[in-house]
């Protein structure tokens, strides 16, 4: 089983910047992919960045890209979102999620773990 408790959340202005993290619990988190995904009022949740098991490799979907940047230290067991250049399209609930497996994938049925939300405001 693990565990996800993501924090960092907060009210930023536009422009400005946040980084979230995503502490993880058990032993498997070296060998798991890891993703952010995110739910603004009254919408689905979305996909918005992935990263392998050993961060070589990271996906952003396309409204995020430049901006964001997703990272981990295993050694810490935490995975990180950067965010620059916030918009106010980019207020939602953030979701850290884990698979079971080394190799990321977009989609969310294929987490297999799910942190329980921090809230990400930007105001104009």
């Known amino acids: 089983q693990v565990q996800l408790v993501e924090s960092g959340g907060g009210l930023v202005q536009a422009g400005g910047s946040l980084r979230l993290s995503c502490a993880a619990s058990?032993?498997?988190?070296?060998?798991?992919?890891m993703g952010w995904f995110r739910q603004a009022p009254g919408k689905d949740r979305e996909f918005v960045a992935a990263?392998?098991?050993?961060?070589?490799?990271?996906y952003y979907t396309d409204s995020v890209k430049g901006r964001f940047t997703i990272s981990r230290d295993n050694a810490k067991n935490t995975v990180y979102l950067q965010m620059n250049s916030l918009k106010r399209e980019d207020t939602a609930v953030y979701y850290c999620a884990a698979r079971r497996a080394p190799a990321m994938v977009v989609s969310s049925p294929g987490y297999d773990y799910w942190g329980q939300g921090t809230q990400v405001t930007v105001s104009s």
């Open positions: 058990g032993r498997t988190f070296s060998s798991s992919a």
């Open positions: 990263i392998n098991w050993s961060g070589g490799s990271t």
